[in-house]
């Protein structure tokens, strides 16, 4: 009884990984009544068998393993369209707006069809293929080796590109947001394609559901001043709040 008990903790824990890229010992430790030193042992044990990786504060989906876009865009998907309503409010047609690749800004992407006088730079093809059909949308599409699990761009091509733009707004996805405050990712080059986009706009906002608090997946992401602030879905907690308040950050709390 208890392994039959153990095998569903484990299938929960990997259908989360599945659906979020990580996961909290605390979390889980709550939600599925065990003790985080169980938690911590069940994680060890999916690492051992390559089915993730350990960071800080629980685990995170190995990258390999990263499912497709569209199972992202399915994990709260209404507190991501909220962010994205929320983040289209800060764009004013005439703007040239960058768009980083993810489920979250995608959610932006879809709010933005609307506008009839705007640039958009992105790496993310879902979100070109999305705005290029909106009359009065200009879309530029950033080069690069297309990633499968993100249906977008990376690489050197992609960073070498943004250097040729003027950005008046930068929005970008995060893989994590650890208690101190750091923006993480999954992997270095990621974290510094997502560092070069922050660098060409005047300011940044950083999109961000809950399940991303509190966690630190491997990689972090160098900070730059043009960070304005996070558009999440909820508020974090209060020692992050605070993290994110000595950093300057705003907390804008999408409206659902």
């Known amino acids: 009884m208890n392994r039959l008990l153990a095998i569903s903790r484990v299938d929960q824990i990997v259908q989360s990984l599945d659906a979020d890229g990580f996961v909290s010992v605390a979390d889980l430790a709550g939600r599925l009544g065990v003790s985080r030193e169980t938690i911590r042992r069940d994680l060890k044990a999916l690492a051992t068998q390559g089915r993730a990786s350990i960071v800080h504060g629980g685990a995170a989906r190995r990258p390999m393993d990263e499912p497709s876009l569209a199972t992202r865009a399915a994990a709260n998907a209404a507190g991501k369209a909220a962010i994205g309503r929320e983040a289209a409010t800060l764009v004013r047609d005439g703007m040239v707006v960058l768009i980083d690749s993810g489920s979250t800004t995608f959610a932006l992407g879809a709010a933005l069809a609307a506008f009839n006088d705007l640039t958009v730079i992105t790496n993310s093809l879902p979100i070109a293929l ?11 599409v950033l080069g690069g080796e297309v990633s499968a699990s ?18 008046d707004l930068v ?9 101190e405050g750091e923006l ?12 070069a986009m922050m660098m060409v706009g005047k300011k940044t906002y950083v999109l ?7 966690l630190s997946t491997p990689v972090l992401i160098a900070p730059v001043p043009q960070i304005a602030g996070l558009i999440v879905d909820q ?4 020692s992050l709040s605070q993290a994110l308040a000595d950093r300057h950050w705003q907390v804008i709390v999408a409206r659902s």
Do not use: N, W
């Open 130 to 140: 999305l705005l290029c059909r909106s009359p009065g949308m200009k879309v530029i």
């Open 150 to 167: 993100d249906e977008a761009a990376f690489g050197v091509e992609t960073i070498t590109a943004l250097a040729h733009f003027r950005v």
């Open 171 to 179: 929005f970008l996805g995060v893989s994590g947001i650890s208690p």
């Open 184 to 195: 993480t990712d999954y992997s270095r080059l990621a974290a510094e394609q997502r560092h």
């Open 208 to 214: 961000a559901d809950h399940t991303k608090f509190e």
């Open 235 to 238: 508020s974090p907690p209060e």
